[in-house]
């Protein structure tokens, strides 16, 4: 890591985000803090942190151990919970009745979105059913199972308002 920001030291970046997972680990295993730290004590440019911020607790762990940090990435944690930012900003944490008020809004949204940009029922359940391996991950898992294997738009809506 020491080199990658020896490297970064020779370009004209106004930032650099880093995610500490290399690329074949996709979205498993564990962040490796350890690299991050390493870069991120040999980095001069401001550096923004990016990788499993799921709560506001692990936002400040991240910005307490990074304090020089210019900001953080919210990915998959603001996707489980669109407040995340909110809360983490203001300490003002959804109910349960009002995130999931909040991630019906984001999906009505999201459905009339690719509603009107996709052709086909395959291709807007192909778009939609991803979104439910991160939005609200304490849910019902039998409904979420529903979710994923609805084969018609009829399906996907049913289980979906079963939420």
């Not at 920001?5 to 979205?27: D, M, N, S, V, W």
């Not at 359940?125 to 009829?154: F, R, S, V």
Request: charged share 30%.
């Amino acid at each position: 890591m020491a080199r990658a920001a020896a490297f970064a030291e020779c370009c004209p970046l106004r930032q650099i985000t880093l995610h500490p997972r290399i690329g074949k680990q996709q979205y498993k295993g564990e962040v490796d803090r350890e690299s991050f730290a390493a870069f991120y004590s040999e980095c001069a440019h401001p550096l923004v942190y990016n990788g499993d911020l799921l709560t506001v607790d692990d936002i400040r762990k991240v910005e307490e151990a990074y304090p020089r940090l210019e900001g953080v990435m919210l990915g998959r944690g603001l996707l489980a919970n669109p407040a995340l930012a909110r809360a983490f900003a203001d300490g003002t944490p959804l109910s349960s009745r009002e995130l999931l008020d909040k991630v019906r809004v984001f999906h009505t949204r999201l459905l009339h979105y690719y509603e009107a940009h996709l052709q086909g029922e395959v291709q807007l359940l192909g778009k939609m059913k991803p979104y439910w391996e991160y939005l609200l991950p304490d849910a019902d898992k039998k409904i979420k199972k529903a979710i994923k294997k609805a084969t018609t738009m009829e399906k996907y809506l049913a289980a979906v308002s079963r939420l």
